[in-house]
C-alpha cells in the first residue's frame, strides 16, 4: 500500500507540472518591462513571450502582437520554445505510460514485475520533461539577467523576470518530483514467495530386533 500511495502522490505532481508546463508555454510574460531607474516612463508596460510581444496601457487596454518570422527571433526564444515544447510531449507521454504501469491501474495486472517497469519508464518521461522545461526557463532567465546587467542596455529597454518564469520554474520541479516518486520502487510491497516450511526432522528408528 506504501508504493501505492507513493505512485498517486507522484503522479498527482506529475499531472500539476504538465498543467504549468503547458500553462507556462501559453503565458506571455516572460519577461517583463523594468521600472527601475530613473526617469522611466509607467505609462505602460511590456510584455514579451515564447509566442507574441503585449503592451499594456495604463488605461487597461492591452495590444498584443505575434512575432513575423520565427527566423528573425533570437535563439534564446527559438530554443526555449523548443525546448518547452518537448517537455509537453513528453509529459503526455510519461502521464499515458505511467496510467498504465500504476498498481491502481488493472492494465498489465496479470505480470507485476513488468508493470512496475512501465511505472518507472514514466516517471523517466517525466523526470526527462522537467530537465528540459528547466534548462529552457533558466536559458531565458540567464538572458534576462545578462542583458538587465549589460552596461551597453538602454534603460527603457531592460526587462525583468515574468510570472511566466516562475510558473515554468515551479512546474518543472514538479514534474521531475513527481518522476522521481514514480521511479521508486518498494521491492518490499512485491510478491512475496511463500515461506518455505522446514522438513521436520523425524527420528531415526534406533531399535533393531
Not at 498498481?103 to 511505472?119: L, R, Y
Request: glycine content about 12%.
Amino acid at each position: 500500500m506504501a508504493n501505492l500511495g507513493v505512485q498517486m502522490l507522484g503522479f498527482c505532481l506529475a499531472v500539476i507540472g504538465l498543467i504549468g508546463l503547458i500553462a507556462s508555454t501559453a503565458m506571455v510574460e516572460w519577461k517583463a518591462s523594468s521600472y527601475a531607474g530613473q526617469n522611466i516612463v509607467t505609462a505602460q508596460a511590456m510584455y514579451e513571450g515564447l509566442w507574441k510581444t503585449c503592451v499594456s496601457q495604463s488605461t487597461g487596454q492591452i495590444q498584443c502582437k505575434v512575432y513575423d518570422s520565427l527566423l528573425q527571433m533570437p535563439a534564446e526564444i527559438q530554443a526555449t520554445r523548443a525546448l518547452m515544447i518537448a517537455s509537453i510531449l513528453l509529459s503526455g507521454l510519461g502521464l499515458l505510460v505511467a496510467m498504465v504501469g500504476m498498481k491502481c491501474t488493472t492494465c498489465m495486472a496479470h505480470a507485476p514485475e513488468q508493470k512496475d517497469k512501465v511505472a518507472i519508464a514514466g516517471g523517466v518521461f517525466f523526470i526527462v520533461a522537467g530537465f528540459c522545461a528547466l534548462v529552457g526557463t533558466s536559458w531565458y532567465g540567464n538572458k534576462i539577467a545578462s542583458d538587465f546587467y549589460n552596461p551597453f542596455t538602454p534603460t527603457n529597454a531592460r526587462y525583468e523576470f515574468g510570472s511566466a518564469l516562475f510558473v515554468g520554474w515551479g512546474a518543472a520541479s514538479l514534474s521531475m518530483l513527481g518522476g522521481g516518486f514514480l521511479c521508486c520502487h518498494c521491492h518490499g510491497s512485491g510478491s512475496k514467495s511463500p515461506p518455505r516450511n522446514p522438513k521436520s526432522s523425524q527420528p531415526a528408528a534406533s531399535g533393531y530386533v
